[in-house]
């Protein structure tokens, strides 16, 4: 387990290493592998500390689920090389640069907001996918601030993006959504940082805040979310998550309760393992692309499609494969990892995280080198796609239909920021 976790760590470096001596990137897949560590290293090293061996989930199915992880961590970025092969060299252009970042910033906020009150199907689908471009105007817009050492400019940006996790956990009680956001941007200006040493130093600060925070999160969930679901007001909203973060504490590797949540939601290498280990077992069968076919299906919109029967979430598939009873009602993600694995076993992790690495890598790359040429407007055809796309705990069926709702968006913000 303990070279799992390294490896996946080591692949990690390498891609930083790459994107960064290259530079033509956003950050977009150092964002994915980001989260996709996150829900599984976590897990892992809590089962290496745990001296009890009682409390948490069977080692066997973490060991099974982190060395998958780590083989697909490493095919991904062998996919980020091969999308970068033959860039030829950029030269940068003038462009309204400034007036692009306040757009993105301004337009996909208020595109955020406006899709949580609007519930049409396929419209609504098509706001949640555009509203991430605040992100593409803030890591350009952070990009340039630190670049001059403007740190003040740099200040007001960061305040801009504390704002989102916090209205994503006042208004719908979940730190995921937040987290991720904020991991993407971090992505986007770690690729330029002037100083390694810096990065290195300012990395391992928000990995003691961020675990700082998760912890206390976990243990003050129930209230945060009987506040946020039960309809209570601002006043009962902020108060269960300013009582949480008072009580936020340094990660202590001796104490189990801490280990017990990084295990229980940092943890997706046990559903990994458990599933493979029911395949070897012969109680259930690979999909053999089953999951890959309804895919396909999402991407055909529900408004031409209403009775289509594919939908987001997993909680079948994960049932089916792992024979755990779940919530009815939970939409549980079933994992980049373990979905690879159900349908064609490692010969699956690898292809799978091989064309996944082709797919982010390039979009991310055409990304970079278009707003280096100046022409801004079409960044958003290629941003937005990879964005949706980096969903490591979502199914393949959340991939396809995000990814086609963010084709559809970026196109109306191109067609906007033309005309305007």
């Known amino acids: 387990m303990r070279i799992s976790i390294v490896v996946c760590l080591g692949a990690f470096v390498a891609l930083v290493w790459l994107l960064r001596r290259e530079k033509a990137s956003v950050g977009l897949p150092i964002a994915y592998l980001a989260n996709l560590l996150v829900l599984h290293v976590p897990g892992a090293i809590a089962q290496v500390l745990d001296k009890t061996g009682t409390t948490l989930t069977p080692p066997q199915y973490t060991r099974t689920g982190i060395i998958l992880t780590a083989i697909g961590t490493v095919t991904f970025v062998i996919g980020i090389v091969l999308s970068r092969l033959g860039r030829d060299p950029v030269v940068a252009q003038p462009a309204p640069r400034t007036l692009f970042w306040k757009y993105c910033v301004f337009a996909g906020g208020l595109c955020t907001v406006v899709s949580y009150l609007v519930r049409i199907p396929s419209f609504g689908a ?39 996790p916090i209205l994503m956990l006042l208004l719908g009680g979940f730190l995921s959504y937040g987290s991720m956001a904020v991991i993407t941007v971090l ?36 209230e945060i979310r009987a506040a946020v679901w039960g309809g209570g007001d601002t006043d009962a909203r902020i108060d269960a998550s300013v009582a949480a973060l008072k009580d936020a504490k340094p990660f202590n590797p ?19 393992g458990l599933a493979a280990s029911r395949i070897d077992n012969h109680e259930v069968d690979y999909l053999y692309g089953r999951s890959v076919w309804e895919g396909l299906q999402a991407l055909v919109p529900r408004a031409l499609w209403p009775e289509k029967p594919v ?12 024979g755990l009873t779940l919530a009815e009602g939970t939409s549980f993600g079933v994992g980049n990892v373990m979905e690879f694995d159900i349908n064609f076993g490692i010969p699956g992790v690898v292809i799978g995280f091989l064309l996944l690495g082709l797919v982010i890598g390039r979009l991310d790359l055409k990304s970079a080198e278009l ?29 396809m239909s995000a990814a086609a709702a963010a084709i559809a968006a970026a196109i109306g913000w191109r067609w906007a920021w033309d005309r305007w």
């Open 126 to 164: 098509v706001l949640s996918r555009g509203g991430p471009i605040w992100m593409l105007g803030l890591i350009l817009a952070l990009r340039s601030a630190l670049g001059r050492d403007e740190r003040a400019r740099a200040a007001r940006w960061f305040v801009v993006l504390a704002a989102y």
């Open 187 to 222: 992505s986007g200006i770690a690729v330029t940082a002037r100083s390694p040493l810096k990065l290195a130093a300012w990395s391992v600060v928000f990995l003691v805040i961020g675990s700082s925070l998760f912890l206390s999160y976990f243990e003050h969930r129930p």
């Open 254 to 272: 001796g104490d189990a309760s801490q280990l017990y949540a990084l295990d229980q939601r940092l943890n997706q290498n046990y559903f990994t």
């Open 311 to 322: 939908v987001s979430g997993s909680p079948k598939v994960v049932s089916e494969m792992t």
């Open 371 to 399: 707003d280096t040429f100046g022409r801004l407007g079409e960044t958003f055809i290629y941003f937005l796609p990879a964005v949706a796309l980096i969903q490591p705990n979502g199914s393949i069926v959340d991939m």
